[in-house]
């Protein structure tokens, strides 16, 4: 059994979505890549329900075992965060309906987990995911790649019902919550020792 990603880059306009299947060590393979689109021109309803039909059929096509969203962070520009917090909430209750765990990622945690810089910019990320992918190009537009980098950190940081080790082995679950424990751990060291 193969650990499968969605990632979703939550936005209004366009959604980033992204699909990557676990793969040896930190490998992954692409599987689907694109956004989700709704019109500035029409009522909030009508866009967030043409973003839930969206979700739900990439949902139902690539069964995912988790769903990785971004986490919405505090900006100066209201509308946008409202607007990413409301889709976000859609891709969180259809993946519960489905009983799929979710994580979510700050931008800053995908950008360390795939460039090793927590402040790298969007080009750096793109270059990461083409050379760590095997791309010819970085998908496009901007939220499509931001969507696969938030996969690739669930793949390489979150636990999952099932991973693979360096040699292609599956790693248990256990295995995984032990991972996530020491995660846990560190975190929480980093963090009380920032506050000096």
């Known amino acids: 059994m193969t650990l499968r990603v969605l990632g979703v880059d939550p936005g209004l306009t366009r959604c980033g979505i992204g699909v990557l299947d676990a793969g040896a060590g930190r490998g992954a393979t692409l599987v689907d890549v694109g956004v989700i689109r709704s019109s500035s021109d029409d009522a909030i309803d009508q866009r967030l329900l043409a973003l839930s039909r969206g979700l739900r059929e990439v949902i139902e096509l690539h069964a995912p075992d988790v769903v990785a969203i971004e986490r919405v962070f505090a900006q100066n520009n209201t509308p946008t965060v409202m607007g990413t917090a409301q889709v976000s909430g859609i891709a969180i209750l259809l993946a519960a309906e489905r009983g799929i765990p979710i994580a979510m990622h700050t931008p800053s945690e995908v950008k360390a987990a ?68 020491e995660r846990s751990a560190r975190r929480a060291r980093e963090t009380s020792t920032s506050r000096f």
């Open 114 to 181: 795939v460039t090793g810089n927590g402040r790298a910019d969007k080009k750096q990320i793109q270059t990461m995911l083409v050379r760590l992918l095997g791309l010819s190009a970085p998908p496009k537009p901007a939220d499509a790649a931001d969507a696969l980098a938030i996969a690739l950190t669930q793949l390489w940081r979150g636990p999952g019902p099932v991973r693979t080790d360096a040699s292609g082995g599956a790693r248990t679950s256990a295995q995984a919550v032990w991972a996530q424990a």
